[in-house]
Structure formats: C-alpha cells, structure tokens
C-alpha cells in the first residue's frame, strides 16, 4: 500500500513556465516532506524540504506547498528550464528518530525548449 | 568534495551466488543507509545504521540479506543465493548526523541483475 502517491508518472512543460508537481500522503505520523530530484544512472539528488509545521518552503526557483488537512504537497518550479527534466521523487519521513524515507513512484519532467 | 561512491557501478550475477556491494560515505557523515529501487518504484528503505551499529534493519526483506559498516565508515551490503527478484539499483546515502532532518545524500547505485 503506497504510504507516499505520486499520481502523475509523467508531465511536459514548456522552457520559462510553471512546472507543477504533486505529491499525496496517507500516513498523518508523517512530519517531514522532501523533494529529490533524480537523472538517468544517478542517485537522487536532494531539492527541498517542508516540516510539517510549515504550509511553505521556498529555494530560488523550487517552492513547496504542504496542505497538512488535505495530506497533499506541491513543487512549483518557476521558470521551468530544459535543465530541469528529469523524475522527481516525494518523500516522507515519520517523526521521531525514524530514518527511514518513504518514497512515491516519481513523476518524470520533460521541459521542452 | 567526494560525494557517497558506490562499487561496483554494475554487478551481474547468477541466481544462488553470493554477491557483496559496497559503500563508501561522505567523509564524516556517521549515519548510513541502503535504499533498492525496482524498476518503475521509487526507492525501498533496507537498513540504516548510526555509526557501526544497525539502528533499523526493518526493511531488509529477508534473512539472505545482510550489511555490515564495522569502523563506521564504509558499508557493504551482502546478498546470499541471489534470486531473480533481487535484481534492482541498489542505492546508498550518507547524512552528518542521526538527526530526523539531515539531508540524505546518495551515491549513483550498483545496478544488480541476476540471470
């Protein structure tokens, strides 16, 4: 049962607009939200993160949005750049000393020039 | 500086042996952890360690899998009679410290096939 639902395995933006990528949560023990981003034979590379006491995060292009009641999360990337493409990962960590990162099945970006 | 580096990169194998993975961290990062990611999945948590010792092993999927990290450094995780299921990208990461939000930082995965 995925804890952590990336719905959209895929998603196509043009260069300089908006890229919009969710991201659904089930478990409410789940305090900690991360973005990674994640190139062809690479290891995920980390992005942005959002505490769960917090509705927004903001890092130069990369924005997070957590809605704790809706258990839902948004990366905006604005402007979007060919750059960006690549699969990008949610990932939730329980709170406590839980270590373990739950992860989504990724969305996978395509910013055509 | 040097990132988390893994060896090998590529490891094919034939079901029953055994086959080891091994990890080296970020310099000074005392927290240690083994990810595998199937295809099509995101990654899968297997173990995590504090310096040498196992903090949460829950993930391992069963008793042929096994990882090591005796002098807290470098890690390596052990496969015995391999099956065809166990084919993946194993991944490593590395954070400075155990504390809930340290980043973790991954290297580039071994990519494990079984035939």
């Known amino acids: 049962d995925q804890q952590v639902k990336q719905n959209s395995p895929s998603l196509s933006v043009q260069e300089g607009r908006i890229s919009i990528l969710n991201c659904d949560y089930t478990n409410s023990m789940f305090d900690y939200f991360l973005w990674y981003k994640k190139y062809p034979a690479e290891g995920p590379t980390f992005l942005i993160s959002i505490s769960s006491i917090k509705d927004k995060n903001e890092d130069g292009r990369f924005t997070v949005f957590l809605n704790k009641s809706a258990k839902h999360l948004s990366l905006h990337i604005v402007p979007s750049q060919p750059g960006d493409s690549a699969v990008y990962f949610c990932a939730a960590l329980g709170a406590g000393n839980n270590r373990k990162l739950i992860w989504g099945l990724g969305t996978s970006l395509a910013v055509n020039p | ?115």
């Open chain 2, 1 to 115: 500086g040097a990132g988390v580096s893994q060896t090998p990169s590529n490891k094919v194998t034939e079901k029953g042996k055994y086959v080891e993975l091994r990890c080296d961290p970020i310099s000074g990062h005392t927290a240690l952890y083994w990810y595998r990611q199937s295809l099509g999945q995101g990654p899968e948590f297997l173990i995590y360690f504090q310096g040498t010792g196992a903090a949460d092993d829950s993930g391992l999927p069963n008793d042929r899998f096994f990882a090591v990290r005796p002098e807290g450094s470098v890690s390596t995780l052990k496969i015995q009679r391999t099956e065809r299921g166990d084919s993946a990208v194993y991944l490593c990461a590395s954070s400075l410290s155990s504390t809930s939000t340290d980043t973790q930082y991954f290297g580039p995965g071994t990519r494990l096939t079984v035939l």
